[in-house]
Every structure is written in C-alpha cells, then in structure tokens.
C-alpha cells in the first residue's frame, strides 16, 4: 500500500511541476501576443494545476487505511476530488467563452504571434509525455483522480494543438478573428471533458458496480472452484476510490465442517487478491437446504 502511495504521489507531483511552467510561458506568450486562445489556454492550464494539486492531496490521503471515524477507508475523496476538478472545469470554459465574445465584439489585435505559436508547440509536447505518465500510473492504481488529472492534460493536448493551429493560420492570413472563435472551441471541447470526468466521479460515489472485466474475473476464479461448492449468489461489489468491496454468499455442502468451509473462503479471497490486490471481500456461508 505504501509502495502504491508513493507511486500515486510522484505523478500527481511531476504534473503539477510542469503545469506550473505551462502556465508561466502562456501567460507571459498571452501577454506579449494579446491573443485570446492563449489566454484560454493559460486559464486552462491554471485549471489543471489546480485539478494536479487536488490530486496530488487526495491521493495522499485516500492511501491512509481505514480509521474508527473511516472504517471502509478514505478512497472516495477521489471521487470527490473528480467531481471538484469538472466543476474548476466547467467554470475555466465560462471564463474563456466571455473573454473570447469580448474580443470578437471590441476587434483583434495580436502581436509577436512567433512565440505564442512556439509556446503552444512545446505545450502539445510536454502535455502529452505528461498525461500518457499519469494515464499509466492511474490504470496500475486504479486512481481515479490521477485519472481525472490525465484526463485534464489529453485535453490540453488537443486544444492547444488547436490554438497552434490556428495562431499559425492567423500568421498566414492575417485573419484576426480566428482567435477568439478558436477559444470558444477551446471552451466547448473542455466542457465535454468535465462532464465526463463529472460523471464518472458521481457514479462511484453512489456505489457503482466494478468495471464488468473485474466481475468477470472473480466469476471465473468462483467457476474454477465450482466443486468446492454447491452455488453461490448475491454476488455485490462497488468502488471506492481504489479500492473494491465485493461480497457473496456461498452455499456449501452440509458436511462441511466449519474450520474447511473457513480455509475454503481464505482461499477464495486470496485467489481474487491476486487479481484485485485493493480488495476487500466479504463471504458469507450458507449450509445447503
């Protein structure tokens, strides 16, 4: 467990280094450039710094085990910390779309649009050796806040490879007005991202059901000890965070005595820990009727 914390904590940590530098170079690009789409983009950024840093507490403190006052553990502060991140997000698209209506009503003026165009590409790059790291990390330890925070970077990705775009159109072109209309595509592509994010967080909150892979896995383990007993039912399971809680109920022989039916159920939890090391498992033994 502590191993995994580390882990969990190092990426949330290397994001939330280079977010920090993203934001200083698209702002100052902003600033010398007046352009709105990297304004957005910085306001983006600003929004995954703060998305990294609650990640980076919530990872910390979803891995302290279970207490009197959290006797299943704290793994849904995750949850929670998804939710807060799409609401940061839903709020950064507002701000974008009002500062970009702004500029198309009152006129375009950009300047010095070289760096802001070599500020986005090494934007793109970092973005996406950042958020394939995190994406990793969060599928080995089934985080779903260093999820939501990869989440946050692949979008980045692709709207600051937008904004590139097209500040090298505008260069072209002279076409001033494709700034703000690139912002407010900006906007609505992390908008779809918020509430994907939103609803993921808010279904393990209300105890959604293991991914139906993880189900299966532990039915195959069940199939492969079918002899040891007669069925079993009332198979349950929900997320938190991390962790998985799975319960069933087991009918076995009636020969059985208590301290084999006991083994057989260490056994069977094992065997599903191998396969689901956050696990805790429930099995309840019921004598054939």
């Given at each position: 467990m ?13 994001s939330?280094?280079?977010n920090?530098t993203l934001?200083?170079l698209k702002?100052?690009a902003g600033?010398?450039t007046g ?18 840093i609650?990640?980076?507490?919530s990872?910390?403190?979803s891995?302290q085990?279970a ?5 299943y ?25 009002y500062e ?5 009503l009152?006129?375009?003026v ?19 050796v ?7 990390i ?13 989440a946050?970077?692949i979008?980045?990705?692709y709207?600051?490879?937008g904004?590139?775009a097209?500040?090298?159109?505008v260069?072209l ?7 703000p209309v ?6 609505l592509f ?14 393990d909150l209300?105890?959604?059901?293991i ?6 896995k532990?039915?195959?383990i069940l199939?492969e000890?079918?002899?040891k ?12 965070g991390?962790?998985r809680?799975?319960?069933?109920h ?11 039916a006991?083994d ?6 094992k ?6 090391p ?5 099995i309840?033994v019921?004598?054939y009727?």
């Open positions: 502590e191993h995994i914390r580390e882990i969990k904590s190092r990426a949330a940590l290397y939330i280094i280079s920090s934001i200083a702002f100052i600033l010398m352009s709105v789409s990297i304004i957005s983009e910085a306001a983006h950024s600003f929004v995954d710094l703060l998305a990294a609650i990640a980076f507490f990872v910390n403190y891995s085990p207490d009197t006052q959290h006797p553990g704290h793994g849904k502060i995750e949850n929670i910390s998804g939710t807060i991140e799409a609401i940061l997000i839903f709020l950064a698209a507002g701000y974008i779309i970009s209506v702004k500029k198309i009152k006129g375009v950009l300047e010095s649009l070289g760096y802001g165009i070599f500020v986005m590409f090494v934007s793109v790059i970092v973005n996406i950042v958020s394939k790291y995190l994406m990793k969060a599928r080995k330890t089934s985080s779903i806040a260093l999820e939501a925070d990869a946050h970077l979008t980045d990705v709207t600051s490879a904004v590139f097209g500040l090298f159109v260069k072109t002279g076409f001033n007005i494709l700034d690139i912002a407010i595509g900006v906007a992390i908008v779809r991202a918020a509430y994907l994010i939103t609803k993921k967080s808010i279904l209300m105890d959604y059901t991914p139906e892979e993880e189900a299966e532990i039915r195959e199939n000890h079918q002899d007993f007669i069925s079993y039912h009332k198979f349950r399971s929900r997320k938190s991390s962790e809680y799975i319960d069933l087991l009918v076995m022989s009636n020969g059985i005595s208590l301290n084999d006991h057989f159920c260490t056994h069977l939890e065997d599903i820990k191998k396969i689901l956050d696990s805790t498992i429930t309840h019921e004598p009727a």
